[in-house]
């Protein structure tokens, strides 16, 4: 018998792995227990689209949700232009 612990659910996915990573962090960084899968495939060049997909745990799946809505509106706040990022080499 599984529990839901034991059954992890897509929450998003992600055209490449430091997208990924960036979206399990925040998540990490709310309690969320969450990883990405599909990585390999992602960076293979070839016909095949990947995509690098977060997983979490369905206990956790709403939490989650609500956590990266917040995570993206917040991403989406942040005016790139006017961050200081350091001198190009």
């Given at each position: 018998m599984t529990s839901d612990k034991d059954h992890l659910e897509?929450?998003?996915s992600t055209p490449n792995e430091a997208q990924a990573a960036l979206i399990v962090s925040a998540l990490k960084?709310?309690?969320i227990d969450a990883v990405a899968e599909g990585g390999l495939m992602a960076s293979f060049?070839?016909?095949t689209v990947g995509e690098v997909r977060v997983m979490v745990w369905l206990?956790?799946?709403d939490h989650a949700r609500?956590?990266?809505d917040e995570y993206r509106s917040a991403m989406s706040g942040i005016d790139w232009d006017g961050v200081d990022v350091g001198e190009g080499e």
């Open positions: 897509p929450l998003t960084n709310c309690g060049r070839g016909e206990k956790d799946l609500q956590a990266l």
